[in-house]
């Protein structure tokens, strides 16, 4: 009977999964994802992140301000950004760049991500957060798995 309930045991902690909630680092704070900058040749990149960071920032418990759909579907520049961040309400703007996103070329097309984050603070005007990943999955990966594995990566050290 103990070795039932010993395994038991084991078996319900090993499927105990932890959760955050970024709520505790932008307290009572409007947080609005606007689009990445596209250092890539894959078109739509940009957006394409930006697009996956907003569903993992909502999963996560964040309330956003506005959503991606507010913005036209295109490669944006630095300098539309820039334009960008001078013209919004939120208090915490979270945008960055795309240096890789694409299939690898050869037999196997593994996908790989580059990608980096950056928190712009409203109010003292500045970038208060900055953090890069890569990765390279295998070819049963998807780069919208990557993105996502990565961005979450990046999040979770946020809500320690």
């Known amino acids: ?35 990445f900058a596209n250092f890539t040749q894959t078109p739509m990149a940009g957006y394409q992140v930006a697009g996956i960071l ?44 795309v ?3 694409r299939y690898k070329t050869g037999i196997d097309g593994e996908p790989a991500v580059s990608v980096t984050i950056k928190i712009y603070d409203k109010s003292r005007q500045k970038y208060i957060y900055i953090a890069t990943f890569s990765r390279v999955g295998d070819t049963y990966n998807s780069l919208g798995v990557l993105t996502q594995d990565g961005l979450n990566k990046i999040l979770d050290t946020l809500d320690r």
């Open 1 to 35: 009977m103990r070795y039932i309930l010993f395994f038991l045991m084991l078996f319900f902690v090993g499927c105990v999964r932890e959760s955050y909630n970024l709520e505790n680092t932008f307290p009572y704070k409007k947080v609005q994802v606007i689009p």
């Open 99 to 101: 240096n890789e996103y």
């Open 54 to 97: 907003e569903g993992v920032l909502r999963s996560k418990g964040l309330t956003l301000e506005g959503s991606l759909w507010d913005y036209e579907e295109k490669d944006y520049s630095i300098e539309d950004i820039k334009a960008m961040l001078n013209h919004l309400n939120a208090n915490y703007i979270i945008t960055g760049y």
